[in-house]
């Protein structure tokens, strides 16, 4: 517990910066959902503390996601009751325990390096596109908002269209200030001033943009924002009201089939949502430390389970979070868990406070985060690295911005699938010849997806000529490719080629192999 709190300088400015990220992004993911406002907020405070206590991983923040939305809205409507829904939720929590007990967490790492830095690339591009509108006063659409395609029948960059047409002079003075301040506190002399580094840029924005409202409002009352431009939470007048807002699921709805498959399409969703987002952060990670996955299967598992049994919308690992979370300098865990706990006596004690933040000051706090994940640099590198890391890395980022992340990310993965095939296709079989000698090498693993090359190089091989095929430095060669060698060494009398074949005699498949015909 002590090397922790250690770090305590780091984590608890860290924590403030992912709080003023993560409330409107849990109102506005609710939202978006048909939930009640507070349910996302209480998976907020369930993913911060909940989470953040049992998760293996230091710097991944937990919350409610986007990309869940769709799915939460259309259980909330298929099952009609809400508190049936909560009870889909609880049930989520236990399918993603079982899959940490199977050790189902193993599927993160098949998923490609290109593919991840391109997920991040794009949820930046993403943030910097989303929050356009919200910077210049448009907020029609709900925060958190991450697909192409809205529910109000708009697109990611007709939306930004829109908002040009619906501009809010003071916004663009909030948010400019903000952008201002973010870029200023990047600077060298703030870091090295002690009490200034102290403090995190993102509340300094914030505080600004309350003030900058506040002022319009004592001088120029048109000019101020109004409610709709502002943080929307629920407020409690008594303790009563505030434990109102907590809701219990109803287990008498355990035998209706649609909560099972409500449940089992959340926990699947959920679970490859979260082994994304961990994989991503681990990259993000200064110090390179591993999230055990399968811990974070069970991790989320309890998660849900009380978030659902209290009346929250379900959790996954969330990268915008995790991802402000990394660039504010946190260093463990403690971050995640205060996050929580700030979260909650927010809500519970000054909601009148935050109902007062305009959504531009943290529309400019997003987009600064976007910017950091989706530099111009992390192109150049994936450039330089080949044609083969930067196809999937680009694929990737177009994927996710014009659909949403699971679809993006899966055409990622096809993409990245097919180079890496491609790779092992042109590397298991190296042919060369000098006049009529040919030497053809097998190396690594020969698949049946090297059958056409090795069929075509064999019948190449012209009249009189010398044939070495090597295959002592192959770990494995499918029985298709050990049939087209046997039928050519079968029939090389008729061209009159001599050949030889090249195989240890420890090696299993030196048997499979004919002797090559004499003339």
């Known amino acids: 517990m002590k090397k922790y709190f250690q770090h305590i300088g780091s984590d ?20 978006g959902s048909g939930a009640p406002l507070f349910s996302g907020i209480i998976a907020g405070i369930v993913g911060g503390i909940v989470i953040g206590l049992i998760s293996g991983s230091q710097l991944s923040v937990s919350g409610p996601a986007a990309g869940l939305t769709v799915i939460v809205a259309g259980g909330i409507i298929k099952l009609q009751v809400y508190e049936a829904f909560l009870l ?12 940490g007990f199977i050790k189902a967490g193993v599927i993160g790492d098949f998923i490609p390096n290109s593919v991840i830095k391109g997920m991040l690339a794009a949820i930046g591009l993403i943030l910097i596109l989303k929050q356009m509108p919200h910077l210049v006063g448009y907020d029609a659409d709900f925060m ?36 201002f301040i973010l870029v200023a506190w990047e600077q060298a002399y703030i870091k090295k001033n002690k009490i200034l580094n102290l403090i995190p840029g993102p509340l300094v924005v914030v505080l600004a943009g309350l003030l900058i409202n506040e002022y319009f409002i004592r001088y120029n009352a048109e000019a101020a924002l109004t409610s709709k431009h502002l943080v929307n ?12 807002f907590f809701t219990l699921p109803k287990f008498e709805y355990i035998n209706n089939v649609n909560v099972w498959t409500t449940a089992l399409t959340i926990a699947i969703v959920a ?40 009346g929250g919308l379900p959790l996954t690992s969330v990268v915008v979070r995790s991802s402000a979370n990394v660039t504010a300098g946190a260093k463990t865990k403690v971050s995640a868990i205060m996050h929580g706990v700030l979260l909650l006596a927010c809500v519970m004690f000054i909601p009148v406070f935050l109902n007062k933040i305009p959504l531009s000051a943290l529309a400019a706090v997003l987009i600064f985060t976007g910017y950091k994940l989706a530099k111009v640099k992390l192109f150049k590198e994936f450039y330089i690295k080949g044609w083969d890391q930067f196809v999937p890395f680009v694929v990737t980022v177009f994927a996710i911005l014009l659909s949403d992340l699971l679809i993006g990310i899966i055409i990622g993965i096809v993409v990245g699938l097919f180079f890496m095939i491609r790779s092992n296709f042109r590397t298991s079989v190296i042919v060369v010849h000098d006049h009529n000698n040919y030497l053809i090498r097998f190396r690594k693993d020969v698949s049946f997806l090297n059958k056409p090359i090795v069929k075509k190089k064999l019948e190449e091989v012209p009249e009189n000529a010398f044939v070495m095929i090597d295959a002592s430095r192959a770990d494995f060669i499918d029985k298709d490719i050990i049939e087209e060698v046997n039928n050519f060494l079968c029939h090389v009398h008729l061209k009159n080629i001599r050949a030889e074949i090249k195989i240890s005699p420890t090696n299993p498949m030196h048997t499979l192999f004919n002797k090559p015909q004499k003339k």
């Open 12 to 31: 608890l400015p860290a924590s403030i910066v992912v709080l003023l990220v993560a409330l409107p992004l849990c109102l506005g993911i609710a939202l």
């Open 88 to 99: 889909a939720v609880v049930l989520s929590g236990v399918f993603q325990l079982v899959l």
């Open 144 to 179: 958190g908002d991450e697909s192409f395609d809205q529910v109000d029948q708009k697109n990611t960059l007709s939306e930004i269209t829109q908002a040009m047409s619906a501009i809010s002079s003071t916004a663009i003075i909030i948010g400019v200030v903000s952008l």
């Open 233 to 244: 939470l629920p407020i409690a007048d008594s303790i009563n009201t505030f434990v109102s």
């Open 271 to 310: 679970s490859l949502e979260t082994l994304l987002g961990i994989e991503a952060v681990d990259k993000l990670d200064p110090y390179k430390r591993v999230t055990p996955t399968n811990l974070e299967l069970k991790a989320q598992g309890i998660g849900n389970i009380v978030s659902g049994l209290i």
